[in-house]
């Protein structure tokens, strides 16, 4: 099967892709040409045809799962890979008329933040996603679970502890934290929406007090990206790290010196979105993809080969990730904080600038 995969790596690339693909569609497969399998709940499936696909998924991710659903639907698949943002200003863009058919990944809140360009769609399959997660707004599928994690570096820590967010506040611990910036990192942002939420509330005083507390221990050392905060510890520039489940885990599975300690105060886990574009020229096979990252075999897969979490109840998970059942879960209110997250930035920067100043 000839594979059409693209990666854009540059917005320039970007760019040039929208040129090229600006003179035309995809066709949508004629339904007799259309092949047919079972589904796993015995249901027929129609498969056959093309699909497009934006993502700003990992490799991981993406090598685990479309290769599988081609051979296993005999569809040919298009990928185009780009950011987050890349990808939704391209599809703002194409909105009279859309090259692609699903975006494969990306932020609840984003994809909330822009319903116009999402077609309404449940897969069936949601009924066995963890209530937390289930698709309730009614265009907008959780597939993969993320959660906010402190990364340790065990040649580091001596005999500091550090069980959650109120052990980042010891004094000994002055200048060794990492972070990203919470204005401009997604996961930065989530973790202070979760220490919100863990100590308090987003609107409790209380709360804004830690993270002002904490920040002036982090002693104004903000590292440029998410990644440099989990490799930072990693090479044991700092001992302990504000970071995200997926790279730590995978550190640990590598066999890096780290350790992942989930906050006993509480941890959120933020749903990974799919979305079927409004109008998508293959919305047989769009509706057939997410079906299929929802079924017990691929969420399997992830949970079993990866170091994504899956979303779905009872799914496997491997040896080296925590189970849910041992790791205290707080839910976060993601419409509340989607719609104020402008008032949460800029609240962390007053305190932020205000820290710096003095």
Same mark, same amino acid.
């Given at each position: 099967?000839?594979?059409?995969?693209?990666?854009?790596?540059?917005?320039?690339?970007?760019?040039?892709?929208?040129?090229?693909?600006?003179?035309?569609?995809?066709?949508?497969?004629?339904?007799?040409?259309?092949?047919?399998?079972?589904?796993?709940?015995?249901?027929?499936?129609?498969?056959?045809?093309?699909?497009?696909?934006?993502?700003?998924?990992?490799?991981?991710?993406?090598?685990?799962?479309?290769?599988?659903?081609?051979?296993?639907?005999?569809?040919?698949?298009?990928?185009?890979?780009?950011?987050?943002?890349?990808?939704?200003?391209?599809?703002?863009?194409?909105?009279?008329?859309?090259?692609?058919?699903?975006?494969?990944?990306?932020?609840?809140?984003?994809?909330?933040?822009?319903?116009?360009?999402?077609?309404?769609?449940?897969?069936?399959?949601?009924?066995?996603?963890?209530?937390?997660?289930?698709?309730?707004?009614?265009?907008?599928?959780?597939?993969?679970?993320?959660?906010?994690?402190? &990364?340790?570096?065990?040649?580091?820590?001596?005999?500091?502890? $550090?069980? *959650?967010?109120?052990?980042?506040?010891? /004094?000994? %611990? =002055?200048?060794?934290?990492?972070?990203?910036?919470?204005?401009?990192?997604?996961?930065?942002?989530?973790?202070?929406?979760?220490?919100?939420?863990?100590?308090?509330?987003?609107?409790?005083?209380?709360?804004?007090?830690?993270?002002?507390?904490?920040?002036?221990?982090?002693?104004?050392?903000?590292?440029?990206?998410?990644?440099?905060?989990?490799?930072?510890?990693?090479?044991?520039?700092?001992?302990?790290?504000?970071?995200?489940?997926?790279?730590?885990?995978?550190?640990?599975?590598?066999?890096?010196?780290?350790?992942?300690?989930?906050?006993?105060?509480?941890?959120?886990?933020?749903?990974?979105?799919?979305?079927?574009?409004?109008?998508?020229?293959?919305?047989?096979?769009?509706?057939?993809? &997410?079906?299929?990252?929802?079924?017990?075999?691929?969420?399997? $897969?992830? *949970?079993?080969?990866?170091?994504?979490? /899956?979303? %779905? =109840?009872?799914?496997?998970?491997?040896?080296?990730?925590?189970?849910?059942?041992?790791?205290?879960?707080?839910?976060?209110?993601?419409?509340?904080?989607?719609?104020?997250?402008?008032?949460?930035?800029?609240?962390?920067?007053?305190?932020?600038?205000?820290?710096?100043?003095?």
């Amino acid at each position: 099967m000839k594979k059409k995969w693209m990666v854009l790596l540059l917005a320039a690339a970007m760019t040039a892709g929208l040129a090229a693909c600006g003179g035309g569609g995809t066709e949508t497969a004629d339904s007799g040409d259309a092949q047919t399998e079972e589904a796993s709940d015995g249901e027929e499936a129609v498969g056959g045809g093309e699909l497009v696909i934006y993502s700003p998924n990992s490799e991981g991710l993406i090598n685990a799962t479309i290769p599988l659903f081609e051979e296993k639907y005999g569809v040919d698949v298009e990928l185009i890979q780009a950011g987050t943002g890349e990808l939704v200003k391209r599809i703002q863009s194409e909105q009279n008329d859309p090259y692609a058919d699903v975006l494969f990944g990306g932020s609840w809140s984003t994809m909330n933040d822009n319903e116009e360009l999402w077609e309404p769609y449940v897969s069936p399959n949601d009924e066995n996603v963890i209530d937390a997660y289930k698709n309730t707004c009614g265009f907008i599928t959780g597939n993969v679970l993320d959660g906010s994690v402190l &990364i340790v570096n065990t040649d580091l820590i001596g005999d500091i502890e $550090i069980n *959650g967010y109120e052990d980042l506040l010891n /004094p000994e %611990l =002055k200048g060794k934290i990492a972070t990203a910036d919470p204005a401009n990192s997604s996961s930065a942002f989530a973790h202070l929406t979760n220490m919100l939420l863990a100590m308090g509330g987003y609107e409790d005083e209380g709360a804004w007090q830690y993270v002002r507390d904490l920040f002036e221990n982090i002693d104004g050392k903000i590292c440029e990206s998410s990644s440099s905060v989990y490799k930072g510890v990693a090479d044991g520039e700092y001992v302990v790290g504000l970071s995200y489940e997926d790279p730590c885990a995978q550190l640990v599975k590598d066999g890096a010196p780290v350790e992942i300690v989930y906050m006993e105060e509480g941890t959120v886990f933020l749903p990974a979105s799919a979305t079927i574009i409004k109008n998508a020229k293959n919305m047989d096979n769009a509706k057939l993809f &997410i079906d299929f990252i929802l079924s017990e075999e691929v969420q399997n $897969i992830w *949970g079993s080969t990866l170091t994504n979490r /899956p979303v %779905l =109840k009872d799914a496997a998970t491997s040896e080296f990730m925590t189970p849910m059942s041992d790791i205290y879960v707080i839910e976060e209110d993601i419409p509340y904080v989607s719609s104020h997250k402008q008032e949460l930035v800029d609240r962390y920067t007053e305190i932020f600038t205000d820290l710096q100043s003095r």
